[in-house]
């Protein structure tokens, strides 16, 4: 990574309106998750006059269990969408080709390290709303390639062709050795872009989770055999 600056993919309009039409997306969703919660308030409340208010309540359960799901995730993808502006604000777009297919771990790939492109680094894309409508994103992503934005040692901004939709991808944080401090295999240049980006923070309990359960599995597939 060279210290000239390229010209930063926020500063494309189509970047820009890709990211404000994701945006009124996620605040559709959260008005209609909104609404659904209000409109059942009320069937609760007519509903106890016509079958009693055990059986009332017993069927709104589930349905207030559903919608409290969808704003959580409403609320993931806008933390999400935040993040992602800061990252389109500090790094220009670049193009990855087709990735292919891979049913088995689809939301993992490989992208260049930027101090090191010969070498690439694993990635994951994050998980947003139905899980239908994210691996159809996905998909379309690895087979017919994308732009990507970030650092992929922290964190990357994934545009399908046309800018159509925006992907997060997860960051790794394996160059990350304490908090505040550069790595010693992360160059300068890219350590303050980083920091311009805000992805240099410790890694998330999600994040936690995700490589002790990868640890567990690794364990278990390497376990000795019986035989």
Known sequence: MTDHVPETAFADPATVRAWRKERRRSLMNLVFWILCFLGCSA??????DW????????FCVPVVIVIVVGIGLVSVRWEHLSKMRAVLKAYPWQRCPPLGKS???IEYF???????????????????GTGRSWRRAVEEARSA????????????VVALSGHRRLLA???QHVHLERYGARPRTVSETAWRRAQEAGITAPP????????LLYAVWRAFRNRPSSR
């Open 145 to 156: 390639g994308f732009a990507f934005a970030g650092d992929p040692r922290y964190a990357c």
């Open 110 to 128: 490989r992208l260049p390290d930027p101090d090191e492109p010969h070498k690439n680094i694993q990635v994951a894309f994050r998980r947003y």
């Open 51 to 58: 079958v009693g208010k055990a059986l009332a309540i017993a």
């Open 103 to 105: 049913p088995a771990d």
């Open 43 to 48: 069937l609760l409340s007519t509903a106890e």
């Open 169 to 171: 991808v997860r960051p």
């Open 204 to 211: 998330s309990e999600e994040e936690q989770r995700r490589k």
